[in-house]
């Protein structure tokens, strides 16, 4: 994904209405204290540091969404309540993947998955199915603020990616550390950005 998709999200991504009801995530002060080890960016995002690690395998359950991105709070929503119904506990905060830029593919092509994590895979009904996220490595950023404009922090990632001479080689994952309705103030949620690398060929 490049660019257009960035800008795209930012206006569209994830409504605070539709994460309002998600329940599954840590405070503000664990987010920023125990999870974030780089500096928060905060907007306008002139300043996003950036790093590199090796993320582990993470099986997860999901609700697979094709279509326009706008319906991924809904569909993140979809998922936490197909969980509660079935009585299986996520082990850490809600995420997103998204696969295919917008410039590129229709709308009503787009596909994404609203995710959360799991302990172990196990048996679901619908609409949950489960996978396991691969193990690989990732440039990541932490980002301060609304859900929705979180993709305006993402060229800074993308330029850390460059400046390693490596290449996007996966889906975007997004990972909404803070719970909406934990906070009073937007600019205390925290989103982790991931961006599956790979060496230029």
């Known amino acids: 994904m490049q660019l257009s998709l960035r800008v795209w999200l930012a206006a569209s991504c994830l409504t605070l209405g539709a ?7 840590s405070s503000p002060s664990a987010a920023t204290n125990d999870i974030a080890d780089l ?9 996003v540091e950036a790093n590199w690690k090796q993320r582990l395998d993470q099986p997860y359950v999901y609700v697979e969404l094709v279509g326009s991105y ?11 309540a197909a969980m509660r119904r079935q009585g299986l506990p996520a082990s850490g905060p809600p995420f997103a993947l998204y696969f295919d830029d917008p410039a ?28 396991v996220l691969p193990g690989t490595t990732v ?16 060229p800074g990632v ?23 309705g934990s906070v009073t103030d ?16």
Not at 158 to 180: C, D, K, N, Q, S
Not at 186 to 201: C, D, F, G, K, Y
Request: negative net charge; charged residues 25%.
């Open 104 to 131: 590129h593919v229709a709308a009503e092509k787009l596909r994404a998955r609203a995710c959360f994590p799991i302990d172990s895979r196990v048996e679901v009904e619908s609409p949950l199915a489960t996978d």
């Open 19 to 25: 994460c309002a009801s998600l329940s599954r995530s």
């Open 70 to 80: 706008t319906r991924i709070g809904k569909a993140l929503e979809a998922a936490d």
């Open 158 to 180: 993308f330029a850390f990616l460059e400046r390693m001479h490596w290449r996007e080689a996966g889906p975007i994952r997004e990972i909404y550390w803070v719970h909406p």
């Open 39 to 47: 500096r928060v960016a905060h907007a306008p995002f002139d300043q």
């Open 139 to 154: 440039v990541y950023a932490f980002v301060a603020g609304p859900y929705p404009e979180v993709p305006r922090a993402y």
């Open 186 to 201: 937007w600019n205390e949620l925290v989103t982790e950005v991931q961006i599956p690398a790979s060496a230029r060929e």
